[in-house]
């Protein structure tokens, strides 16, 4: 294994730079002289200075972190596999990779530890770690945020093995995890479907209304029909989507199977069920809640996606 596999993966984080920074630069241009709302402490909302940009700065930005996505298994598995990172490098990174990424959405992101509550020495409860990247920022500050990132994940990069990284490539070509592109905000829905049920459809809209939500678009293969073995369409849609949703409702086997390939590749997915339904015995150490109805399917989407994502979405009154 020569030094040039790590050396590679330093030029694909200065090319992710340089086209960062070229963004940055026009983002600030474009938004020159605009006038954001904030709260009393002059927080701007999420997405605001994000919506403002044109279709063409923002594919742009999305085109980038694509990339990030791209790279990000190569380098956090190559930074697992050198011995002397340790685990709190690893987790440096992954705060550093997600902290980039949310830069070029125009949003700060935050992470906090746990923190014991107490009360002159009683211990009162844990308040838990957590992460958002609910504060929109202008353009120049996004670029701050990126530049110490990328200063962050380059110091890693230069410190990996380079002997791991084939290793590491070959570990995520095993696992799936590099054998496509992820999109990112994008999932794909797995459940059911049957045109002479259409209460099938009011779940489907509901769990697409609730990505919609926190900025996910959802789908899923309405114009595939499969028996028991899974298209290589939907293989392509398991393996590029950022988000994975299952509906165990009904026990279809195509969907347990598709679940089951997911899962091949490492990747998480978010399992539900209606209340009643029974789980086989492949799935059943799984978390996999029951919903009462839509609304309850909502409520607990809703909770799950601001925990996974971060990202904090208000109602409309």
Not at 26 to 33: E, H, V
Not at 71 to 91: G, M, N, W
Not at 105 to 123: F, I, K, N
Request: proline share 3%; aromatic share 8%.
């Amino acid at each position: 294994m020569e030094k040039s596999d790590r050396e590679k993966l330093l030029r694909d984080l200065k090319s992710i730079h340089k086209q960062g920074v070229e963004f940055f630069q026009n983002a600030s241009d474009l938004l020159d002289g605009q006038s954001f709302s904030s709260d009393a402490w002059g927080k701007v909302k999420r997405n605001e200075s994000w919506n403002m940009l044109d279709d063409v700065l923002q594919k742009k930005a999305q085109t980038i972190v694509t990339k990030i996505i791209k790279v990000a298994p190569l380098i956090s598995e190559s930074a697992r596999l050198t011995t002397y990172l340790s685990q709190t490098d690893q987790i440096e990174l992954g705060h550093a990779i997600k902290g980039l990424r949310s830069s070029l959405y125009l949003c700060r992101y935050r992470y906090w530890g746990p923190e014991v509550l107490h009360d002159e020495g009683t211990v009162l409860g844990i308040e838990p770690a957590g992460q958002t990247d609910d504060e929109g920022v202008y353009p120049d500050t996004a670029l701050q945020i990126f530049e110490e990132c990328y200063r962050r994940i380059s110091s890693i990069v230069e410190l990996v093995n380079p002997l791991t990284v084939q290793i590491a490539e070959k570990n995520i070509i095993t696992t799936g995890q590099k054998s496509t592109e992820i999109n990112p905000d994008i999932a794909f829905i797995m459940m059911w479907m049957d045109s002479a049920r259409p209460e099938l459809e009011d779940v489907y809209a509901t769990v697409k209304r609730c990505f919609n939500k926190y900025g996910i678009s959802a789908e899923r293969a309405d114009d595939i029909e499969h028996s028991g073995k899974i298209t290589e369409e939907i293989i392509n849609k398991i393996r590029s989507s950022e988000f994975l949703y299952a509906d165990l409702t009904g026990a279809r086997p195509n969907v347990y199977y598709e679940v089951g390939f997911a899962h091949a590749l490492s990747k998480k997915v978010i399992l539900y069920r209606k209340s009643g339904e029974s789980l086989h015995f492949d799935l059943a150490s799984y978390n996999c809640p029951e919903y009462k109805n839509l609304s309850d399917l909502e409520k607990k989407l809703n909770k799950r996606l601001e925990s996974m994502t971060g990202r904090k979405i208000k109602e409309k009154k």
